[in-house]
């Protein structure tokens, strides 16, 4: 496997200081799958990961999920990224699960320790129960859960 090639893509300054560059690597296929235009290493393999969450909101968008669910721009905006574990967090996704009528039992995205330091450390202080609401996915597993 070779190293992939990146290249400089956004340079962010600061006046005249640049304070940081992002490097990666672009390619742009025609409608039948031919490269038309590429910039870095067009044949560099890589993961979408949580980059794909807007993508795989958008049938829940387009089929009218937002009107029938009475979503809210903040409940589309936790499905379309990851979160932190926050009691906010949670809160969002309970009401988007309450929408549903689904609950936290129907995630199948795991567990995990909230990102968000804070409330890491009061749940371990407290001696506080994780639920698969804290998952940072959960939000997108959530709206997932709307076709079912």
Do not use: W
Not at 2 to 16: D, F, I, N
Not at 34 to 58: E, N, W
Not at 104 to 122: Q, Y
């Amino acid at each position: 496997m070779q190293t992939p090639h990146y290249v400089p893509l956004v340079v962010a300054t600061r006046g005249s200081i640049v304070e940081s560059v992002h490097y990666g690597a672009i390619a742009i296929c025609d409608l039948t799958g031919k490269l038309a235009h590429s910039v870095g290493s067009a044949d560099t393999v890589t993961f979408l990961r949580s980059s794909a969450k807007p993508f795989q909101a958008l049938p829940l968008v387009e089929r009218g999920g937002m009107e029938r669910f009475t979503l809210s721009e903040r409940e589309l905006a936790v499905m379309c990224a990851s979160h932190h574990g926050t009691d906010d967090h949670v809160r969002v996704v309970s009401g988007i699960q309450q929408k549903l009528g689904v609950t936290a039992a129907d995630l199948l995205c795991g567990m995990h320790p909230p990102f968000d330091v804070t409330t890491a450390e009061r749940m371990f202080k407290n001696n506080e129960t994780n639920t698969p609401l804290r998952h940072d996915c959960s939000g997108k597993h959530t709206g997932m859960l709307a076709h079912c």
